[in-house]
C-alpha cells in the first residue's frame, strides 16, 4: 500500500512536491465537503450515498494528513461529464429517444476505466457514484487505470438484435471522440455483454478507421481476453476465499446466498462450486429460486442457457428443475441456514430490513458482487451485528482488473492462457485483501473488527490516488 509521506504533526499548509500549497483554507473538513457537494448535487441520491460512505471512513487519514483534504474537494467533482442525446430508429422505422451518459471521474493513475450499463434505471446519478465507486476499485487493483463509468437508459430486453445494433451505433457515434486505447477504455456492465460490446467496437472502428483496444469485454476472437466473462464472479468468490482464510476458516461446506442471474451471480455460483461450497440460491427483479441442497453444474448451465441465450426469467428455471422452490416477487436473503451471502443483483437491493433478515438466518459474512448493493442502513446492520462486511470496491474488483489484463494484451498484440490469467487474478484479489488489511490496521482498526475491510479498502484506494493527485499539481 502506498503510505503518506506526512507526519501526524505536519501543519495543515503542506506543500506539494511541485511547490503548490495544497491544504486549502483551514475551514477545510469532511463535514464542509459533504455540505458542499449536497448543496450541488441535492437530488443525486445516489452519488450522495456512494461520497459520505467513503468520506466517513476517511475521517482517521485525514485527520492525521490534512494535506489530503483539498485532494478529497477534487476528488468529489468529476473532471468531465459527457451527456448526449442517443438518437435511433426501431424495426417498425419510428424514431426512438435515449439519453446517453460518459463520467470521466478521475485520470490519476491512468486511462478512464469503466463499463456502461444499459437500463431503464440508468440517471447521471447512478453513473456519477458508479464512476466515483470506480476510482478506489481501479487503485485497489494496483494496475494504471483511471476511474469513469457511463451508459443509457436504454432498455436491451426485448428489442431486437437489429435494434440493439442501431442504438450501439447511434450512441458510439456520440462516445466516440471523448474515448481511447490510452484515454477511455469502457468495458460492459448490466445489459451490456458480448453482443453490445461487438456493436459499439464495430461502430468506432468504422468511424476512426482505428483497430485498437478502446473496449474490454470484447471476443476471443478479435482482441478479447480468455475469462472476462468470469472475471467478476471468479474474483468475488477469490476475495471471499482469502478473508475466511484470513480467520481460519474455508469456504468448503459453506451454503451460500447469491441474488441475481445475471453474469457476476452466474459465475459466482461457478466458483462456489469449484471451490466445493453450498450455493442455494439465484433470483431476478421477478423473485428468487432456491435449490435446498445446492446448485449442480448441470443445474446452473440450465441457469446460463436461461439467461444469455433465451433472455428468460428465473422463474422458467423451475419447469424442468421440480427441486427448486420459486419465490415470486421476493429476494432469497430470509432463507435460513446459510453462512455467507454474496449480493450480485444491483445497487441497493439490500435493504436495512432485508439485512436484518440475513442476521436472523445466521448469515455471518457478506461480499458484494454489485457495485453498491447495500443500503447505509444496512451496512450498519451488518456491522453491529458482527458481520463481515466486504464492500464491492474490494470485492467485485475482478473484472476490471481483467479488463486491465485485456488492455495488457491488446498493447502486446499477444493473447495470455486462460491459467496465466487465472493466475494473476487469483493474486490481483489476494493484493486487494492483503492491502485493504494493512490499511485498516494501520489507522487503528483490529483485523477482526467486522469493518476492518469497509475502511481498509476505502483508506488503501484513496492514499494511492491521493498521492498520484499531489503529484501531479492543482489540476
Known amino acids: 500500500m502506498a503510505t503518506a509521506t506526512k507526519e501526524a504533526s505536519a501543519p495543515a499548509a503542506a506543500d506539494s512536491p511541485n511547490g503548490v500549497k495544497d491544504s486549502g483554507p483551514p475551514s477545510l473538513s469532511v463535514g464542509a465537503i459533504l455540505g458542499k457537494v449536497r448543496a450541488r448535487d441535492p437530488h443525486q441520491a445516489e452519488f450522495l450515498q456512494a461520497v459520505e460512505e467513503v468520506l466517513r471512513s476517511l475521517t482517521?487519514?485525514?485527520?492525521?494528513?490534512?494535506?489530503?483534504?483539498?485532494?478529497?474537494?477534487?476528488?468529489v467533482e468529476p473532471e468531465r461529464v459527457v451527456q448526449f442525446r442517443v438518437a435511433w430508429l426501431d424495426d417498425a422505422g419510428v424514431q426512438q429517444v435515449n439519453r446517453g451518459f460518459r463520467v470521466q471521474f478521475n485520470q490519476a493513475l491512468g486511462p478512464y476505466k469503466g463499463g456502461l450499463?444499459?437500463?431503464?434505471?440508468?440517471?447521471?446519478?447512478?453513473i456519477k457514484f458508479l464512476g466515483f465507486e470506480q476510482i478506489l476499485k481501479n487503485s485497489l487493483t494496483t494496475l494504471a487505470m483511471g476511474g469513469a463509468k457511463g451508459?443509457?437508459?436504454?432498455?436491451?430486453?426485448?428489442?431486437?438484435?437489429?435494434?440493439?445494433?442501431?442504438?450501439?451505433?447511434?450512441?458510439?457515434?456520440?462516445?466516440?471522440?471523448?474515448?481511447?486505447?490510452?484515454?477511455?477504455?469502457?468495458?460492459?456492465?448490466?445489459?451490456?455483454?458480448?453482443?453490445?460490446?461487438?456493436?459499439?467496437?464495430?461502430?468506432?472502428k468504422r468511424l476512426t478507421v482505428h483497430y485498437e483496444g478502446v473496449l474490454t469485454g470484447?471476443?476471443?476472437?478479435w482482441g478479447g481476453s480468455l475469462l472476462r466473462p468470469e472475471a467478476t464472479g471468479y474474483g468475488l468468490v477469490y476475495y471471499a476465499q482469502e478473508v475466511l482464510r484470513g480467520m481460519g476458516k474455508d469456504l468448503k461446506g459453506m451454503r451460500c446466498l447469491v441474488s441475481g442471474s445475471g453474469n457476476v451471480a452466474q459465475y459466482t455460483v461457478e466458483k462456489l462450486l469449484h471451490l466445493g461450497a453450498l450455493p442455494v440460491t439465484l433470483s431476478d427483479s421477478s423473485g428468487y429460486i432456491y435449490e435446498k441442497d445446492g446448485f449442480t453444474p448441470d443445474r446452473l448451465q440450465h441457469v446460463l442457457d436461461l439467461k444469455q441465450k433465451?433472455?428468460?426469467?428465473?422463474?422458467?428455471?423451475?419447469?424442468?428443475?421440480?427441486?427448486?422452490?420459486?419465490?415470486?416477487?421476493?429476494?432469497?436473503?430470509?432463507?435460513?441456514?446459510?453462512?455467507?451471502?454474496?449480493?450480485?443483483?444491483?445497487?441497493?437491493?439490500?435493504?436495512?430490513?432485508?439485512?436484518?433478515?440475513?442476521?436472523?438466518?445466521?448469515?455471518?459474512?457478506?461480499?458484494?458482487?454489485?457495485?453498491?448493493?447495500?443500503?447505509?442502513?444496512?451496512?450498519?446492520?451488518?456491522?453491529?451485528?458482527?458481520?463481515?462486511?466486504?464492500?464491492?470496491?474490494?470485492a467485485n474488483a475482478g473484472g476490471v482488473a481483467v479488463s486491465g489484463l485485456e488492455m495488457a494484451q491488446n498493447s502486446q498484440r499477444f493473447p495470455w492462457s486462460k491459467e496465466e490469467v487465472d493466475d494473476k487474478l487469483q493474486g490481483i484479489m489476494r493484493s486487494i485483501y492483503t492491502e485493504s488489511m494493512a490499511a485498516a490496521q494501520e489507522y487503528g482498526m483490529a483485523a477482526t473488527d467486522p469493518g476492518a475491510l469497509q475502511a481498509g479498502a476505502n483508506i488503501a484506494g484513496f492514499v494511492k490516488v491521493a498521492e498520484a493527485m499531489l503529484s501531479q499539481g492543482c489540476v
Not at 482517521?60 to 476528488?75: A, G
Not at 470484447?218 to 476472437?221: F, M
Request: hydrophobic fraction near 40%; aromatic fraction near 10%.
Open 310 to 394: 433465451k433472455r428468460a426469467r428465473i422463474s422458467e428455471y423451475t419447469k424442468k428443475f421440480n427441486t427448486a422452490v420459486y419465490v415470486d416477487g421476493a429476494k432469497p436473503w430470509a432463507v435460513d441456514s446459510a453462512v455467507v451471502a454474496f449480493p450480485c443483483a444491483t445497487q441497493n437491493e439490500v435493504t436495512e430490513a432485508d439485512a436484518q433478515r440475513l442476521v436472523d438466518a445466521g448469515v455471518k459474512y457478506v461480499f458484494e458482487g454489485a457495485n453498491m448493493p447495500s443500503t447505509a442502513e444496512a451496512i450498519a446492520v451488518y456491522l453491529r451485528a458482527g458481520v463481515v462486511y466486504g464492500p464491492a470496491k474490494a
Open 151 to 204: 451508459g443509457s437508459d436504454f432498455d436491451p430486453r426485448g428489442k431486437s438484435d437489429n435494434e440493439v445494433m442501431k442504438f450501439c451505433q447511434s450512441f458510439m457515434t456520440e462516445l466516440f471522440r471523448h474515448i481511447g486505447p490510452d484515454t477511455d477504455v469502457p468495458a460492459g456492465d448490466i445489459n451490456v455483454g458480448g453482443r453490445e460490446i461487438g456493436f459499439l467496437f464495430g461502430q468506432y
Open 60 to 75: 482517521p487519514v485525514l485527520d492525521k494528513h490534512p494535506e489530503y483534504l483539498p485532494v478529497v474537494e477534487r476528488l
Open 117 to 126: 450499463r444499459f437500463h431503464p434505471s440508468v440517471t447521471l446519478s447512478i
Open 218 to 221: 470484447k471476443a476471443l476472437q
